[in-house]
């Protein structure tokens, strides 16, 4: 009790996103797969920059 977990896993990119975190509350599982498209598409903006820098 008291901690929620989000695993989102993106096989066409080769990306797997793992959050954890020590709250536990009714809106925690819609908050943490917000964070998780944030920082999939930080990545995948992110790569697409590297790429264009090269």
């Known amino acids: ?3 929620s ?3 989102a896993i993106y096989p066409n990119k080769n990306v797997g996103i793992f959050i954890v975190t020590n709250l536990a ?3 925690t599982q819609p908050k943490l797969e917000a964070i998780s498209d944030k920082v999939f598409d930080y990545l995948m903006a992110y ?3 590297s790429k264009s820098d090269s």
């Open 5 to 7: 977990s989000w695993l």
């Open 47 to 49: 790569n697409k920059a």
């Open 25 to 27: 509350e009714e809106n």
């Open 1 to 3: 009790m008291g901690t």
